[in-house]
């Protein structure tokens, strides 16, 4: 209940004006032969373990411009440092911190929260989530 599907991001996400940058921890091999085939713009930081390595990854999550994700450790991470995150909520993903409304979280100010709305698919979720991403250099 906490994923958005790599194809949908890949399917989804803007291309023009912008370049990604995997955080996802774990294994993510199949993801990297994923984007590498649909030639997507994305970044995987190798060499850094992000399950056992939190300053490694607020490290490299402060780099970026902008941080899109589902509600994890990251959100509140980047939030906690300042970093604008688009935070993306499905029907089954309701944790209390992020309380019932869309926009402005009351706990972190930098964080924009996107509640996918009854019967909206992922892809719509996401499409509203990632307006306009890039288009500020």
Not at 4 to 14: I, R, S
Not at 15 to 26: A, E
Not at 87 to 114: E, H, K
Request: hydrophobic share 40%; charged share 25%.
């Amino acid at each position: 209940t906490k994923s958005v599907g790599f194809e949908d991001l890949l399917d989804t996400l803007p291309r023009d004006g912008c370049h990604y940058i995997c955080l996802q921890y774990g294994d993510v091999s199949r993801e990297k032969e994923i984007a590498r085939e649909r030639k997507f713009p994305i970044s995987f930081i190798a060499g850094i373990d992000f399950k056992k390595d939190l300053d490694g990854w607020l490290s490299v999550t402060a780099l970026c411009d902008e941080v899109m994700s589902v509600s994890t450790a990251l959100v509140h991470f980047a939030a906690a440092i300042g970093k604008p995150v688009r935070l993306m909520l499905t029907n089954y993903q309701t944790p209390f911190v992020w309380a019932l409304d869309q926009g402005r979280s009351y706990v972190y100010p930098s964080v924009t929260i996107y509640r996918q709305h009854g019967e909206e698919s992922i892809t719509s979720l996401i499409r509203r989530a990632s307006d306009k991403l890039g288009a500020n250099p």
